[in-house]
């Protein structure tokens, strides 16, 4: 037996065909909230594969629970199961697909395993994470340029250390330019005198306290990334633990060859976006030698001190598949 699932809050909208009944497939109605025990019910009447056309995000729920009751399910993109142009039902529309998908005829969305979806969904909420900060970045840049403090002219970088000393500085209610300069890196490239002119503003109060809004936005923004790259490199262990290979069996694998412990592989890591190449040197064998590294990724910097190299492998490849 297949069913067409067709989900639109609060409603589920089933069509149910089984080969050998000669009536027409039926409709079945279910409440959204209540998936389990519509996967309790497909499993109780039968039901092996469901197609489902993604909608939203009212999909992810009901795909979830019944995969985990062990149905086949088929997530499908409505742009290919398109129906004649005409009057349109729920029910037209999960009886046409039921057809579709009892004649073969869908072909499945990719979906990540049960072991990478973790992964890919902690990924996304950080990619979101750092836009958001980004706005607030903006947001200082805005209330710099009002209070005509040139900053962002004089550093490459807002948020960079000098920036933020400066910013910092600034919130915390110092007006002095020879101060505020002080606060410059060894780094910059920008001279005392030039900083130090840059900062001669006019520090209204209700600029700086603009600045100061954005400023603690941004360092929550901050706190939660970091929150998040430890779920990330949790779940990079957890992925590292059960491959063939990982560090549970490496112990037991003896000795590499020469050939082994020279062998390199470079990747773009998915977080800070640059090349990475890993590899066994012959000097110490556990750890590899990472080159063009950002030093902004706080999860290559955590996996740098791993004993196998083999979960930076399992980024790469999820970092490929996004």
């Not at 909420?125 to 750092?130: K, M, T």
């Given at each position: 037996m297949s069913v067409r699932l067709f989900t639109r809050w609060p409603c589920l909208r089933l069509?149910?065909?089984d080969p050998y009944a000669r009536s027409a497939p039926s409709p079945v109605s279910f409440t959204s909230w209540l998936a389990g025990s519509l996967a309790r019910w497909l499993a109780a009447v039968g039901i092996t594969t469901v197609?489902?056309?993604?909608?939203?995000?009212?999909w992810i729920p009901v795909?979830?629970?019944l995969e985990s009751y062990g149905l086949e399910v088929l997530l499908v993109n409505a742009r290919g199961v398109k129906n004649v142009p005409g009057r349109k039902t729920d029910v037209s529309d999960a009886q046409w697909i039921q057809k579709l998908h009892e004649h073969g005829l869908l072909r499945g969305s990719f979906r990540p395993s049960e072991e990478i979806s973790p992964l890919r969904a902690y990924l996304r909420v950080r990619e979101r994470l750092v836009e958001s900060a980004a706005s607030h970045i903006q947001h200082m840049h805005k209330a710099l340029m009002q209070m005509n403090v040139q900053l962002q002219h004089v550093v490459s970088d807002v948020a960079g250390v000098t920036g933020m000393r400066i910013i910092r500085a600034i919130v915390a209610g110092e007006r002095d330019p020879d101060v505020l300069s002080a606060f410059r890196d060894a780094r910059c490239k920008s001279s005392i005198d030039t900083i130090r002119a840059a900062l001669c503003g006019n520090y209204r109060p209700e600029h700086v306290f603009a600045l100061q809004q954005a400023l603690e936005l941004y360092d929550v923004y901050q706190t939660k990334m970091a929150e998040c790259d430890e779920e990330i490199v949790?779940?990079?262990r957890h992925l590292n633990e059960r491959r063939p290979g990982g560090s549970g069996e490496s112990a037991s694998q003896g000795p590499r060859s020469e050939s082994q412990a020279k062998e390199r592989t470079e990747f773009r890591c998915p977080i800070c976006l640059v090349h990475v190449a890993r590899g066994r040197s012959d000097s110490d064998p556990r750890r590899g030698s990472v080159s063009s590294a950002s030093p902004g990724c706080?999860?290559?910097?955590?996996?740098?001190?791993?004993e196998d190299s083999q979960a930076l492998h399992l980024l790469a490849d999820t970092g490929a598949q996004e």
């Amino acid at each position: 037996m297949s069913v067409r699932l067709f989900t639109r809050w609060p409603c589920l909208r089933l069509s149910i065909h089984d080969p050998y009944a000669r009536s027409a497939p039926s409709p079945v109605s279910f409440t959204s909230w209540l998936a389990g025990s519509l996967a309790r019910w497909l499993a109780a009447v039968g039901i092996t594969t469901v197609a489902m056309e993604s909608t939203g995000v009212y999909w992810i729920p009901v795909f979830e629970i019944l995969e985990s009751y062990g149905l086949e399910v088929l997530l499908v993109n409505a742009r290919g199961v398109k129906n004649v142009p005409g009057r349109k039902t729920d029910v037209s529309d999960a009886q046409w697909i039921q057809k579709l998908h009892e004649h073969g005829l869908l072909r499945g969305s990719f979906r990540p395993s049960e072991e990478i979806s973790p992964l890919r969904a902690y990924l996304r909420v950080r990619e979101r994470l750092v836009e958001s900060a980004a706005s607030h970045i903006q947001h200082m840049h805005k209330a710099l340029m009002q209070m005509n403090v040139q900053l962002q002219h004089v550093v490459s970088d807002v948020a960079g250390v000098t920036g933020m000393r400066i910013i910092r500085a600034i919130v915390a209610g110092e007006r002095d330019p020879d101060v505020l300069s002080a606060f410059r890196d060894a780094r910059c490239k920008s001279s005392i005198d030039t900083i130090r002119a840059a900062l001669c503003g006019n520090y209204r109060p209700e600029h700086v306290f603009a600045l100061q809004q954005a400023l603690e936005l941004y360092d929550v923004y901050q706190t939660k990334m970091a929150e998040c790259d430890e779920e990330i490199v949790r779940v990079l262990r957890h992925l590292n633990e059960r491959r063939p290979g990982g560090s549970g069996e490496s112990a037991s694998q003896g000795p590499r060859s020469e050939s082994q412990a020279k062998e390199r592989t470079e990747f773009r890591c998915p977080i800070c976006l640059v090349h990475v190449a890993r590899g066994r040197s012959d000097s110490d064998p556990r750890r590899g030698s990472v080159s063009s590294a950002s030093p902004g990724c706080r999860v290559r910097q955590r996996y740098e001190s791993l004993e196998d190299s083999q979960a930076l492998h399992l980024l790469a490849d999820t970092g490929a598949q996004e």
